[in-house]
């Protein structure tokens, strides 16, 4: 998927940012092709960046290739952690790692222009997706859905 918006950046010539929480599955695969094609656009025709949002340091290190810039949860702004726990209805029950989690999440979208999603849906709430879809929704960033059968925007009161 990362790959498929890259490349469409390049052959518009536009420049684009490639934002992802490095979790495992889509989010390392969407980064992984962006930074593939990247890698292969060597005219200079569209400036890409691809930056990862981790909660922590180190954070699934092994699919890091030193290419993208990281952005750390522990740099998150006031704004950005009171928005993470009003996005999440558990909040204060929830350990550390996961806020970082969430922080994360809300880091990710804080500049987006649009979110591509693919929310596992037999996680109650879609998980980690489904909070960052919230906080995409609360600042008023389009999000649409991707995966198998799904190619639509979000509803809203879907999760």
Same mark, same amino acid.
């Given at each position: 998927? =990362?790959?498929?918006? *890259?490349?469409?950046? !390049? ?5 684009? !940012? ?6 495992? =599955? ?10 593939? !094609? ?9 400036? $890409?960046?691809?930056?990862?949002? $981790?909660? /922590? +340091? =180190? ?16 740099? *998150? ?7 993470? *726990?009003?996005?999440?209805?558990? /909040?204060?029950? $929830? =350990? ?9 999440? !809300? ?9 591509? %999603?693919? +929310? ?5 709430? /879609?998980?980690?997706?489904?909070? *960052?879809?919230? %906080? %995409?929704?609360?600042? #008023?960033? +389009? ?13 809203? #009161?879907?999760?």
């Amino acid at each position: 998927m =990362g790959a498929h918006y *890259a490349e469409i950046a !390049v052959a518009r010539g536009q420049n684009a !940012v490639f934002i992802s929480g490095n979790a495992p =599955g889509s989010d390392q695969e969407f980064i992984a092709g962006a930074t593939k !094609v990247m890698a292969c656009n060597t005219q200079g025709v569209a400036k $890409l960046r691809t930056i990862l949002c $981790l909660p /922590w +340091p =180190g954070f699934e290190k092994k699919h890091i290739n030193g290419r993208e810039e990281i952005v750390l949860a522990s740099s *998150a702004t006031e704004d950005q952690k009171t928005l993470a *726990a009003q996005c999440h209805d558990n /909040w204060r029950n $929830l =350990g550390q790692g996961v806020q970082k989690l969430c922080i994360r999440n !809300v880091q990710i979208i804080d500049t987006a222009q649009m979110v591509i %999603a693919n +929310p596992n849906e037999s996680k109650r709430g /879609w998980g980690g997706t489904g909070h *960052a879809i919230m %906080a %995409a929704r609360c600042l #008023g960033v +389009p999000v649409f859905l991707v995966g198998i059968g799904r190619q639509r925007p979000f509803i809203d #009161g879907e999760i």
